[in-house]
């Protein structure tokens, strides 16, 4: 099961966690979050593609995670709560995050991510090529194009999880795995 | 026709959009979150432009990367421009890239209706 927010508290500690964040975001942070991510990658990661490709998921994910968090303010500061984390692994990165989300958006972000997960290489070309082509500005589908970024830069299936906070949250977390080499 | 000019910051691109110029140019990383408001002023201003294009007109795009609701944007510059060749007037996209740009070109290259140039950055 996966658990952004477990995660977080676990790996606070430790070297692994390159950059790890827990709190509300705005536009002016999610810049200056970029700016540490960007020197913190500069003085880790020598190659300079792989950067270039952990930094533009770092993006997508934050992106994401900031146009599905709640915005209602009337709910409790802990719902308003995002993570995002950068973690280093012997083989690779890993790009996590968590916010919370309504219940019934559940159905539909799971569909979209299962979608995603099971194309193959050419299919998913195909499907992004075709959303990139007729969903231009609508603002409907989004997350499916972000998804499919991910999904496509990475080279990987997106891990993710919900996890119930109450009758009307839940936790979703979600996890891009990044390999050193391909 | 006035020239529609931004400078780059760490998360917009530059726009360099001057009539009285050889081409027009959009240069380095494009992660707005509301990419929409951002290029919304270029796309008004490209319904003017392309309502009376020059007779030739070349866009240079140079990006180093763009997130996804960029890349919708970039979809409508596109599609402002897709209506200069049908005024009879000449239009060519040069895409600039790297080895991380070439894919996201031909995306681009597959789904639009121009003229489309990709031109590889050498080191």
Known sequence: MLNTVDQYNKLKESD??????KGFIDETLISNLMTIVENKLGMVEYNSRLKKKIFNILVEVVQNVYHSSEENTRVSQVLRNVYILLVKRNDGYEVLSGNYIRNEQIDKLKDTIEEVNKMDENSLRESYR?????????????????????????GNRLDYDFINFDKEFSLFSLKVNINNNQ | MEAYYLEATPKTPKLDFNPAADTFLISGRSIPENSIEFYKPLLDWLDDYVNNPKDSTNFEVKLEYFNTSSSKCLVEIFRKLEKIPQTGKELSVDWYFDEDMQESGEDFKEIIKVPFRMIQIKD
């Open chain 1, 16 to 21: 692994k966690l390159l950059f790890g964040y």
């Open chain 1, 130 to 154: 075709d959303r990139l082509d007729k969903g231009a500005i609508s603002d409907n589908g989004r997350a499916g194009l972000g998804i499919m970024d991910m999904v496509r830069k990475s």
